[in-house]
């Protein structure tokens, strides 16, 4: 038995489940390899993510082992995650949605909402709290996959503060945040600068060398003991705080478009600060697929490879300004992490493994949260026994089969009831539709076909108001259902001050609601 709890209106509801397995190692249960990547964009991959859109890659990127996983196993075209870093993980351990699981933002206060705050007390919108770590009776994916005879590891960021440990996880990093990726911070004093160009000789960028020997570690002893395991690496790149190899770095310097940049921004390669350097960026991105291909090395050596899947996924989106470094390409999506447009949400997601067929492409709306009960069926138990959560399997459907409309038009939700970094909004995913509320602004009903507007440029909320009533109004049931948690008015807003605000950065009003259609910045399409 699994002890577990969900949250209902805001009451914790205790149950428990069996999960169908026999708790021995079994040989012929298949392997997971989880690579979980930081701040990456849709577009972020030299992988096209829609085969009909150039911009939907970064073509100057070269990445050949995440362009092998790509030809040799499925790509998702609409996978989604979460606005920001810990949220993603709450979903993806749990299998439960941010508003379900209360952890819906990284902050270090535990005060019911920010009105004591003086950086946001000219702001419409008080924010609420999140949670500050899983919850104790949350069933993660190592807890949940036990039973069934797997040994789980955790390796790099887990950023959910707690004990991996007491999650389940018999081999993992303590409660780490982007500290330890940050390899030129970590460890300074406080009040010590960090550095703002590489040193030479740089060793482990972003710790993802150290992340993988670790990593490979666990590899050699679950292989030799027998053991079906788990191993999710969650890699701090690409994480600001850009960090790469000399070498890496030496062979994006001598590009073309780098070169361009260096002189259309009147920029010198040994002076410019690393984390403007599009060749210290692109360096990591290569860097980093050269580590996601010795684990997978590793796993050919060892024999286990055709029992093994590899998922590759983002945590949450990003605006990543190299797609500008061919004058070609404009970005896709709008905005970028912290919010919930599809800029700040949609990821580049890979899967490899067993039954899945080379080349294949799944269009069907898919998110953090069906990690959990896939791993699940895949192990040989039954998700349909997870109970209180909000991710479906994705085995069938990678094996091929054909998705119902049941889960074509399925409702995907997400809630960002803060104001650090954005303004308090939720969206929910139905099928194509997309709906918006910004709590600020009730008055401006926000609806989008993504079918035919990715960028989510023509709100189309009036001319459908019947379409866009009941979508919102199935939002709002859900997160009243779970016990989500929503902001307040500011009896102390004050327009013209929150304009003039320096903590209001220019997205806040540049990127919050608006009616008919808005402009195209200057860097979309």
Not at 250 to 263: D, F, G, I, S, T
Not at 383 to 393: A, R
């Amino acid at each position: 038995m699994i002890k577990g709890k969900a949250k209902t209106g805001g009451i914790y509801i205790l149950f428990s489940w069996a999960l169908i397995g026999t708790g021995f190692a079994d040989p012929e249960k298949p392997n997971f390899v989880f690579f979980y990547i930081d701040d990456w964009a849709w577009n972020g991959t030299p992988v096209a993510m829609d085969d009909s859109m150039e911009n939907s890659r970064m073509p100057v990127l070269e990445m050949p082992y995440f362009e092998k996983l790509a030809r040799q196993g499925m790509k998702f075209r609409n996978a989604y995650g979460s606005p920001q870093c810990s949220p993603a993980r709450q979903c993806v351990q749990t299998g439960q949605s941010n508003p379900r699981g209360g952890f819906t933002v990284y902050q270090n206060s535990k005060d019911p909402y920010y009105h004591i705050d003086k950086s946001y007390r000219s702001f419409p919108m008080v924010s609420n709290i999140s949670d500050r770590e899983l919850d104790d009776d949350a069933v993660t994916i190592a807890e949940a996959l036990n039973p069934l005879g797997y040994v789980s590891a955790h390796v790099g960021k887990w950023h959910l503060r707690g004990d991996p440990g007491k999650e389940g996880y018999i081999v993992h990093d303590g409660d780490t945040n982007n500290n330890e990726g940050n390899t030129l911070k970590f460890g300074l004093e406080p009040n010590e600068p960090t550095p703002k160009r590489l040193p030479k000789n740089m060793a482990d960028p972003k710790s993802m060398f150290s992340i993988t020997e670790k990593a490979i570690g666990f590899l050699e002893e679950q292989a030799k003991a027998g053991n079906p395991f788990y191993l999710q690496i969650s890699h701090y790149a690409m994480h600001e705080g850009k960090e790469c190899l000399d070498k890496t770095r030496e062979k994006y310097l001598k590009h073309p478009l780098v070169q361009a940049w260096y002189r259309e921004n009147n920029k010198h390669p040994d002076t410019v600060n690393r984390n403007d350097d599009p060749a210290i960026w692109l360096g990591m991105a290569q860097d980093l697929d050269g580590r996601i291909g010795a684990v997978i090395d590793k796993v050919r050596e060892l024999g286990i490879e055709d029992n093994t899947y590899f998922i590759v996924a983002g945590d949450n989106g990003y605006r990543h300004e190299q797609l500008q470094l061919d004058p070609r390409l404009k970005q896709p999506l709008h905005s970028r992490k912290w919010w919930l447009w599809d800029g700040g949400i949609r990821v580049p997601m890979i899967v490899k493994g067993p039954g899945i067929e080379p080349g294949s492409v799944f269009y069907g709306n898919v998110v953090n949260c069906d990690f959990l009960p896939t791993f699940v069926e895949w192990a040989g138990g039954d998700p349909g026994q997870l109970n209180y959560i909000d991710g479906v399997s994705l085995a069938g459907y990678m094996a091929g089969k054909e998705p119902e409309e049941a889960f074509l038009n399925r409702n995907l939700y997400f809630h960002y009831p803060h104001n650090r970094s954005s303004i308090p909004h939720s969206a929910m995913i139905s099928g194509s539709f997309k709906v918006i509320h910004f709590y600020h602004r009730s008055d401006i009903p926000m609806l989008f076909d993504l079918s035919g507007d990715m960028g989510e440029v023509t709100n189309i909320a009036t001319q459908n108001s019947k379409l866009h009533q009941k979508l919102y109004g199935e939002m709002m049931r859900y997160l009243v259902q779970v016990g989500a948690r929503f902001p307040m008015v500011n009896p102390d807003y004050d327009p013209e001050e929150y304009k003039e605000d320096p903590k209001t950065v220019r997205e806040r009003l540049k990127w919050g609601p608006f009616s008919g259609k808005r402009e195209l910045e200057e860097d979309e399409i």
